[in-house]
């Protein structure tokens, strides 16, 4: 399996790029909120990593961290666009998120779909670990 970074040049002119992008042609929208304290404390510096599997590869298209409100803002994500002649199964692409923090090894996936248009926010609750006195 290969790892791809949507940001590099060269893979944009893979067939495993044109491919995805041509399953994929519109764009969705995630925001992560990462919290600790049932949502009063933000969780700054939590590392998000997103990607998806496509065709055996493995794709990276946002890497980065969560700044002093614990948020992540409208991160665009490629999406299918919309079957209007059956709304009751919306196309959608699914995403791999995950959630690392150091000082705690704290280490969390989630999966989330993304369809076209929308706006999808993911919760991440970081549990404080109790041997170090917080966060």
Known sequence: MN??????????NTEVYKSFMND?????????????ASGAIPVRGLKITV?????????????GVTDTSGVIEKIIL?????????MNVPSR???D??????????DLKYKVNIYEDVFVIQNINIVPDSNSGGL
Do not use: W
């Open 24 to 36: 994929n042609p519109v764009n969705g929208y995630l925001k992560i909120r990462a919290y600790s």
């Open 51 to 63: 990607s998806t599997e496509y065709e055996g590869n493995t794709i990276v298209f946002f890497d």
């Open 3 to 12: 790892i791809y970074n949507i940001d590099d040049e060269n893979f944009k």
């Open 97 to 106: 998120i995950n959630a690392t923090y150091e000082p705690n090894l704290v």
């Open 93 to 95: 692409t699914t995403y």
């Open 78 to 86: 490629p999406a299918p666009k919309l079957n209007s002649d059956n």
